[in-house]
């Protein structure tokens, strides 16, 4: 059974980066057709798709979050990380690590159980 | 602001039928079938319950039913139980290979 585990600061400073990793269990992130995401959920709003990664290190981002968005992979340790530049108060949310099965799935079949992270000096 | 339109809020009685309607544009639900609903109850993670407009993962009862026409998606949950209550949210693929999400449904079982 696939496992995802999102870990990382719980309390960022305005301006500063935000960085989390995901840690991937019962199964292998390279060699795979799978695809890995990060998700988040600002408290009592709906979800937003922040960014998918492959072990290859191909990404694609939301657009609007590209110029602050960088998602990277570590095969040996079997994780996949996001790093958030210049964050505001905005950028408080639940943080889900996700997966999407193959290239051509646009859903996520497996999620982490999500990491609260808040904006705030 | 979602790129995909839900309604706030439905409501059901115990064995009733809701629909959970899911709004998009020619740039994503109008273009693909790659439309999925996920449910989360509070405090916890999303779910799948549907992927690829109709189809139901592994363990997801067939009361949970979906369709597509033109730019708009439905979620249908048949035999409403109490614990059906939850969010809902839908999502599409959207140009350039990036993806978006509708604002999220409150289902009250009544």
Redesign the interface.
Known sequence: QLQLQESGPGLVKPAETLSLTCTVSGGSISGSTSYW?W?RQPPG?????IG?IYYTGTT?Y??SLMSRVTMSVDTSKNQFSLNLTSVTAADTAVY?CARRRYA??????Y????TLVTVSS | QSALTQPPSVSGSPGQSVTISCTGTSSDIGNDDRVSWYQQPPGAAPKLVIYEVNNRPSGVPDRFSGSKSGNMASLTISGLQAGDEADYYCSSYSTSSTWVFGGGTKLTVL
């Open positions: 995401a998700i709003k709906g979800l937003e798709w998918n694609y939301k657009p889900y051509g799935s646009w859903y996520a079949d999620w982490g159980q999500g």
